[in-house]
């Protein structure tokens, strides 16, 4: 069975400060792992995904298969970053789009 | 391209009563999956829908069930509701494993 945990249900930090949101996986598997996140108001959205290796909004993510991690991080916290974060696993050995989440992290940028 | 559009987007039914969803997938992509949402539970996966034939299912009791159509339009049914139906279900569509888009949910409360 595959497992996903966040820690942090509520994490508030300031504008400018660096900022880590947790996400822990439990998969005997080859994972491929994702960090969804929703707005005020708004949609589910893909925010990255670790096969990419990329920055979106200044948030980077890597995978760490020994700590069975995929932290999200950004190193300046802005206002509009603000948002509930979930991170999501998808297992590579089954076809289809199937993901499973974590709990989830409201996140809250002070000014 | 348009988005996921989910109807209706809220719903009140009593105990007993059943349900039906429906779920328009964006243009072109021909999967798509329900989830659950719910403040003890967070996202949980109902089920997934490719091609009109059901790809992945969650660990749901019997009496949630999904369709595919032939433009890929979606729906889904709830039998005998029970108070703990309540929540909010979103649906999302795919074209690639990749990412998801997902709909604004359709709220439905069981009294």
């Known amino acids: 069975a595959q497992r996903v945990t966040q820690p942090e249900k509520l994490l508030s930090v300031f504008k400018g400060a660096p900022v880590e949101l947790k996400c822990n996986y439990s998969?005997?598997?080859?994972?491929?792992l994702f960090w969804y996140v929703q707005y005020s108001r708004q949609r589910l959205q893909l925010l990255l995904r670790?096969?990419s290796r990329e920055s979106i909004k200044g948030f980077t993510a890597d995978l760490n298969k020994g700590e069975t991690s995929f932290h999200l991080k950004k190193p300046f916290a802005q206002e509009e970053d603000s948002a509930m974060y979930y991170c999501a696993l998808r297992s590579e050995e089954t076809s289809g789009s199937r993901l499973t989440f974590g709990e989830g992290t409201q996140l809250t940028v002070n000014p | 391209k348009a988005g996921v559009t989910q109807t209706p987007r809220y719903l009140i039914k009593t105990r007993g009563q059943q349900v039906t969803l429906s779920c328009s997938p964006i243009?072109?992509?021909?999967?798509v999956s329900w989830y659950q949402q719910t403040p003890g539970q967070g996202l949980q996966f109902l089920f997934e829908y490719f091609s009109e034939t059901q790809r992945n299912k969650g660990n749901f009791p019997g009496r949630f069930s999904g369709r595919q159509f032939s433009n890929s339009r979606s729906e889904m049914n709830v039998s005998t509701l029970e108070l703990g139906d309540s929540a909010l279900y979103l649906c999302?569509?795919?074209?690639?494993?990749?990412?998801?888009?997902f709909g604004p949910g359709t709220r439905l409360t069981v009294t």
């Open positions: 243009s072109g992509h021909r999967s």
């Open positions: 670790h096969i």
């Open positions: 998969y005997s598997g080859s994972p491929e």
């Open positions: 999302a569509s795919s074209q690639t494993r990749y990412e998801q888009y």
